[in-house]
């Protein structure tokens, strides 16, 4: 059995949701989309005094790895973004990430949702 999963347009590549295993760690996904073009993708947390939630980005493309830091995203019901963010483009189409983040402290893992999509 083949299942194609679509939203808004868009091929969902893959979801699902992992716990970080502790509060602090990172999440890494590495993402193959074919024989000659894959990159990474990293989640990273960061708390700081101020309760301002923002993202920060970071890409190296000497190693092909884009790292999405989140700041204050330390929610009990979750903090997610507005809208995914594009990461890459393979074959002509856009390639995205949606994610929400459920928290509760420093020292209690982290559960992640998280979608990739791809253009149709």
């Known amino acids: 059995?083949?299942?194609?999963?679509?939203s808004g347009g868009y091929r969902i590549?893959?979801?699902g949701s992992i716990l970080t295993y502790s509060?602090?760690?990172d999440i890494v996904f590495h993402l193959k989309m074919d024989k000659t073009f894959k990159f990474q993708?990293?989640?990273?947390f960061e708390e700081k005094e101020k309760d301002d939630q923002q993202?920060?980005?970071n890409t190296d493309s000497q190693q092909?790895?884009?790292t999405i830091t989140c700041v204050?995203?330390?929610n009990l019901l979750g903090t997610g973004i507005k809208k995914p963010i594009e990461l890459a483009t393979f074959n002509n189409k856009k390639v995205f990430i949606n994610f929400c983040i459920y928290a509760t402290g420093d020292e209690i893992p982290r559960k992640v949702t998280y979608t990739f999509y791809i253009q149709k």
């Open 1 to 6: 059995m083949q299942i194609d999963k679509l």
């Open 13 to 15: 590549l893959e979801s």
């Open 23 to 25: 509060g602090t760690d």
């Open 41 to 44: 993708v990293v989640l990273k």
């Open 55 to 57: 993202l920060k980005f």
């Open 64 to 66: 092909n790895i884009i």
């Open 72 to 74: 204050n995203f330390n």
